[in-house]
């Protein structure tokens, strides 16, 4: 049985109690956090840049050699695009991208079909990459330095919320839990 479930008048402070305790653990580890994963980020966007010649040579390959850089295309784009909206754009299976995005090649069975569906992966990527963030795409020449550079600053922000907002919810779980056990 939920504790106070039966008590309706303790909710607001139950609630209030709730929101506090999280306020305080926000401001004590979410910058940390956020830190944390901009520089793991920042490291992952500009090797995309580095392996696929800044985003000149998204291939197949590509994809298959580094699968979980898939979320990093997807971050490129513009809009980003969310997992869900990717997977009906591309028409492909909900397990070949959730697979890739947690850095696994899906097994071929041999048909053809995982390759069509790279495929298909990356003709809506490369469709969608941000002109505006990655200009040079567009005038079909490599970045310079300087566009590389802020290119790669431009991409992260939403994967860092990504990352920052997944990191947040497991420590707040893991805090909650322990706040339970002190209870009982």
Not at 43 to 60: C, G, M, P, Y
Not at 87 to 116: F, N, Q
């Amino acid at each position: 049985m939920a504790i106070n479930a039966d008590k309706p008048t303790l909710w607001k402070a139950d609630i209030a109690q709730s929101v506090d305790l999280f306020n305080r653990w926000f401001l004590k580890f979410a910058p940390k956090t956020f830190r944390e994963q901009r520089l793991k980020t920042t490291e992952v966007v500009e090797e995309t840049l580095q392996l696929t010649r800044d985003f000149s040579a998204i291939s197949v390959e590509f994809l298959q050699a580094h699968p979980a850089r898939l979320m990093t295309l997807r971050m490129a784009t513009c809009p980003p695009l969310a997992r869900d909206r990717l997977i009906g754009l591309a028409d492909v299976r909900k397990s070949i991208v959730g697979a890739l995005e947690k850095g696994t090649l899906p097994r071929d069975r041999g048909d053809g079909v995982l390759v069509r569906e790279l495929n298909s992966i990356l003709n809506i990527v490369k469709q969608m990459l941000d002109q505006d963030i990655f200009p040079w795409l567009e005038a079909g020449r490599r970045a310079t330095k300087t566009e590389r550079y802020q290119g790669g600053h431009d991409c992260r922000g939403p994967i860092v919320r990504r990352r920052s907002q997944r990191h947040r919810v497991l420590r707040t779980k893991a805090s909650a839990v322990k706040c339970l056990k002190g209870l009982s």
